[in-house]
């Protein structure tokens, strides 16, 4: 069973950057599209950002332009740059498939507070 394994979180300042890391267990090559997602306090998991295995991206329009996603096929890891990070990016961020095909992970937590 693959598991997911989120890790890069942290505390930044406004204006910061960080770089998440998602760790897939199994190959990567036999999954179509990996995302990631965020949920903070009292809201709803949304959608921050999706890679499909021909890369093409998809990005919520809060983070277009600031966050990148890309993955490494060798390492079987997703990752999510950050940059220009904003008090409203607090969040935990997970990653799985745009279907959820996988358990979630634990997530890591993003904090961006002065």
């Known amino acids: 069973q693959v598991q997911l394994v989120e890790s890069g979180g942290g505390l930044v300042q406004p204006g910061g950057s960080l770089r998440l890391s998602c760790a897939v267990s199994?190959?990567?090559?036999?999954?179509?599209?990996m995302a990631w997602y965020r949920q903070a306090p009292g809201k709803q998991r949304e959608l921050v950002a999706m890679?499909?295995?021909?890369?093409?991206?998809v990005y919520g329009n809060s983070v277009l332009g600031r966050f990148t996603i890309s993955r490494d096929m060798a390492k079987n890891t997703l990752y999510l740059q950050m940059n220009s990070l904003i008090p409203e990016d607090t969040a935990v961020y997970y990653c799985?498939?745009?279907?959820?095909?996988?358990?979630w992970g634990q997530g890591t937590q993003v904090t961006v507070s002065s």
């Open positions: 799985n498939t745009p279907t959820f095909r996988f358990s």
């Open positions: 199994g190959s990567m090559f036999s999954i179509p599209a």
């Open positions: 890679l499909a295995a021909a890369g093409s991206t």
